[in-house]
């Protein structure tokens, strides 16, 4: 209880000014005197006590000063008779207090994990006993897909905010991934997030006035990474952000980067180049205390990329450009994979075995002139670039119009208009800006969040090579509308492979009951697709097969947030309460989020030509809490496959399916060896190659095996206290 006064407060009394809750910290009283019989007036300097103001300032002339008030404590109240605790409970009390003390001190003493609402496993508890033998935090969490890293975040920001070494977060993770980090936060340690994004703006200054800045309105946030990028919340950040460089004490306390490898320096080897992504964050770091990064996939192969990524996270240890010695990054890295782990304290093993299986194709001759006509139009037009700065250009469209003809007639005729459009109404440079259109290529592997920034992409790339390349001649503009003919009918009608899909679903999800009529049982499937026009496709053809409606829901980039976190709820619940069977997804909607509850296959319709991707899609239901003890990994193959020629439709498909193998076979190794198998797989499509060079893989494998051990030997284990 308070009692509301309107006389002149005293320093440190708590006073109302502005509908807000502040402590004097100052008074500085005018020397003259004022205005007729009025008193002198008083300046205060203000610090604030609400909990999404703490540190705010404000200065006032209090006697002009509208709705002033000084809030007085009321004396407590007398202790009488019938309102005593027993001892009992006084003493409950007393130890609750106690036990709740934290000593800021003791590193040992970890309370994060018992005041948190999650069973923990041990090795969860690595990131945060680090992060409190470090002055300052900056740690990469690299921990494999699925073994919680998100957790092992939460816990790392509930202990400090515990010992007061920090009280501002900003995570920054993919948009796909704001609601997931909000939830978990919430309902597993207890701790309020609020997502900034463009609705928040807009309410934040409907309630508190246009001048409302949403980097300082709460301590804790969530914000989309491409968002954050965007102009307008980069100014605002400006606006709060000290004037020169960086000094301590620094403004904000701690950030979280999910999924980090998305702002790490698109492009390869040794030119790759910053994204808007990338800028934003470099902007910003240096004015967080401490940083944390998650990524199961942080080292893309390219040392200029990897080494970009680090200098964000600690630019006193790490140089873009310069590789660290292996001590130093292990330091300032956590990395586990599954097969590292012993088995839990029953014996049994902590994560389900993964069996990979194929799904036999029955490719049709139309399918095969199709691809046919394909491979002729490509090689006429790599004829007139051979041995010239062009013929790289020529090998992005080729490995662009090949992948999207793998995934679907659909996706391939929506590709193959913009190519022709492209073609013919851009006008051409005159000369060769190769660098220009890797550029444009390789921002179709940023991970864009939405499904319309990567048509545009897709565009843009397209037209920046027909920039750079000859004009089409007549036997290949007479190709071209050949495979437009082509594409246009195969869309029209399910493809040999999307029969072998429905064959599937309805073996797995609807078989045939007693009475020879398909009834739906309590199995759930994913089907993996690269692109959104294959999954439109897909979707209506299922429909029509009966394989849609309440059972069938669609996970894309670029959906409404509260949808998309309805249809994971859905497909995460009880198949008695909830009638989804079918989720079709797309990549850019699959990174991070949990899947694994009720469900156990996947279906890869389309193998993406980078290894990481095909192993992040497996992570969405190999990982922590998954109940079955198996998991099921499906990919398609042509009839015959084995026997296959290179360059025919099945010969390619064959090299896939191998490289698929093969992924599943290094998939703890893809940082170091997925590079040199993507680039194995783009020659195959280029007809460079006909088989995977082992030796080429092993290499890099080997000398990072080594890198391990060593770095183990160094790197000693850190105690875990109990208070």
């Known amino acids: 209880?308070?009692?509301?006064?309107?006389?002149?407060?005293?320093?440190?009394?708590?006073?109302?000014?502005?509908?807000?809750?502040?402590?004097?910290?100052?008074?500085?009283?005018?020397?003259?005197?004022?205005?007729?019989?009025?008193?002198?007036?008083?300046?205060?300097?203000?610090?604030?006590?609400?909990?999404?103001?703490?540190?705010?300032?404000?200065?006032?002339?209090?006697?002009?000063?509208?709705?002033?008030?000084?809030?007085?404590?009321?004396?407590?109240?007398?202790?009488t008779a019938g309102h005593l605790d027993s001892p009992e409970q006084l003493d409950a009390f007393i130890d609750a207090v106690r036990?709740?003390?934290?000593?800021?001190?003791?590193?040992?003493?970890?309370?994060?994990?018992?005041?948190?609402?999650?069973?923990?496993?041990?090795?969860?508890?690595?990131?945060?006993?680090?992060?409190?033998?470090?002055?300052?935090?900056?740690?990469?969490?690299?921990?494999?897909?699925?073994?919680?890293?998100?957790?092992?975040?939460g816990l790392v920001v509930q202990e400090l905010l515990l010992r007061h070494r920090a009280r501002t977060v900003l995570v920054v993770c993919p948009a796909s991934l704001t609601i997931k980090w909000r939830s978990e936060m919430d309902e597993k340690f207890g701790l309020e997030f609020r997502i900034v994004d463009q609705d928040m703006l807009r309410e934040l200054r409907r309630e508190r006035g246009i001048t409302a800045n949403p980097w300082t309105h709460f301590p804790r946030l969530i914000v989309s990474m491409d968002w954050l990028k965007r102009p307008?919340?980069?100014?605002?950040?400006?606006?709060?952000?000290?004037?020169?460089?960086?000094?301590?004490?620094?403004?904000?306390?701690?950030?979280?980067?999910?999924?980090?490898h998305n702002v790490a320096p698109a492009g390869r080897g040794k030119y790759a180049i910053d994204s808007q992504r990338t800028r934003a964050i470099r902007r910003l770091s240096p004015y967080f205390e401490h940083r944390l990064f998650l990524s199961a996939t942080p080292h893309n192969g390219y040392t200029e990329s990897f080494t970009a990524l680090l200098e964000l996270l600690d630019p006193q240890r790490f140089a873009r450009g310069v590789k660290p010695p292996d001590q130093v990054l292990w330091e300032a890295m956590v990395r586990r994979l599954k097969s590292d782990l012993p088995p839990g304290p029953d014996g049994r093993a902590r994560f389900p075995t993964r069996k990979v299986d194929a799904l036999e194709v029955a490719h049709v001759q139309d399918e095969r002139d199709g691809y046919g006509e394909l491979n002729r139009y490509v090689s006429l037009r790599s004829r007139s670039t051979k041995g010239t700065p062009n013929q790289q250009v020529n090998d992005f469209v080729t490995l662009l119009l090949k992948k999207r003809f793998f995934s679907s007639p659909a996706a391939f005729a929506e590709t193959l208009d913009v190519h022709r459009r492209t073609l013919k109404r851009t006008e051409r440079s005159g000369g060769s800006d190769v660098r220009s259109v890797q550029l444009a290529f390789g921002r179709l592997d940023d991970e864009a969040a939405d499904e319309a920034e990567i048509a545009q992409a897709t565009e843009d790339a397209l037209r920046a090579a027909a920039q750079a390349q000859a004009q089409a001649g007549a036997e290949e503009l007479r190709l071209l509308d050949a495979l437009e003919g082509w594409a246009r009918r195969a869309s029209a009608r399910p493809d040999a492979k999307a029969e072998a899909l429905f064959a599937y679903l309805e073996r797995t999800c609807r078989p045939k009951g007693p009475g020879g009529l398909p009834a739906w049982n309590d199995e759930r499937v994913i089907v993996f697709t690269e692109y959104r026009d294959t999954q439109i496709w897909l979707e209506k053809l299922l429909a029509a097969r009966g394989l849609g409606g309440e059972r069938l829901e669609l996970l894309f980039g670029g959906m409404d947030r509260d949808r998309r976190e309805r249809i994971r709820a859905e497909f995460q619940a009880d198949p008695a309460y909830s009638p989804v069977r079918i989720l079709l997804a797309t990549d850019a909607a699959s990174e991070g989020i949990d899947l694994q509850r009720s469900c156990h296959r996947v279906i890869h319709y389309e193998i993406p030509f980078s290894p990481t991707r095909l192993e992040q899609r497996n992570g969405r239901i190999d990982r922590h809490g998954q109940p079955s003890p198996e998991l099921l990994v499906y990919h398609f193959v042509p009839a015959g496959w084995?026997?296959?020629?290179?360059?025919?439709?099945?010969?390619?498909?064959?090299?896939?399916?191998?490289?698929?193998?093969?992924?599943?076979?290094?998939?703890?190794?893809?940082?170091?060896?997925?590079?040199?198998?993507?680039?194995?797989?783009?020659?195959?499509?280029?007809?460079?190659?006909?088989?995977?060079?082992?030796?080429?893989?092993?290499?890099?494998?080997?000398?990072?095996?080594?890198?391990?051990?060593?770095?183990?030997?160094?790197?000693?284990?850190l105690p875990v206290g109990r208070p």
Not at 34 to 60: C, M, Y
Not at 106 to 127: K, M
Not at 132 to 137: C, D, E, I, T
């Open 1 to 79: 209880m308070s009692i509301a006064v309107r006389d002149v407060p005293e320093v440190g009394n708590v006073v109302r000014v502005r509908d807000r809750l502040w402590v004097v910290a100052d008074i500085t009283r005018s020397e003259l005197p004022g205005e007729g019989f009025a008193a002198p007036q008083s300046l205060l300097d203000l610090t604030s006590i609400e909990d999404d103001g703490f540190g705010d300032t404000l200065r006032v002339i209090w006697e002009i000063e509208p709705g002033r008030e000084v809030l007085r404590a009321a004396t407590l109240p007398r202790p």
């Open 642 to 717: 084995a026997d296959a020629k290179p360059g025919t439709l099945e010969g390619d498909l064959q090299f896939l399916k191998r490289v698929a193998l093969k992924v599943d076979t290094i998939r703890t190794d893809l940082g170091s060896a997925g590079p040199v198998l993507e680039a194995q797989l783009e020659e195959a499509m280029l007809g460079r190659r006909t088989q995977i060079d082992e030796e080429a893989i092993e290499r890099p494998r080997a000398a990072h095996a080594i890198r391990e051990r060593e770095a183990s030997v160094h790197t000693p284990r």
């Open 232 to 260: 307008r919340p980069m100014a605002l950040f400006d606006e709060i952000l000290p004037v020169g460089p960086a000094t301590y004490p620094r403004p904000f306390d701690l950030m979280i980067i999910d999924e980090v």
């Open 99 to 153: 036990w709740g003390a934290i000593a800021s001190a003791d590193p040992r003493a970890l309370q994060a994990p018992f005041r948190s609402g999650i069973t923990i496993e041990d090795y969860q508890l690595d990131p945060v006993v680090r992060s409190l033998r470090a002055p300052r935090v900056n740690l990469l969490i690299a921990d494999d897909v699925g073994l919680g890293k998100t957790i092992e975040a």
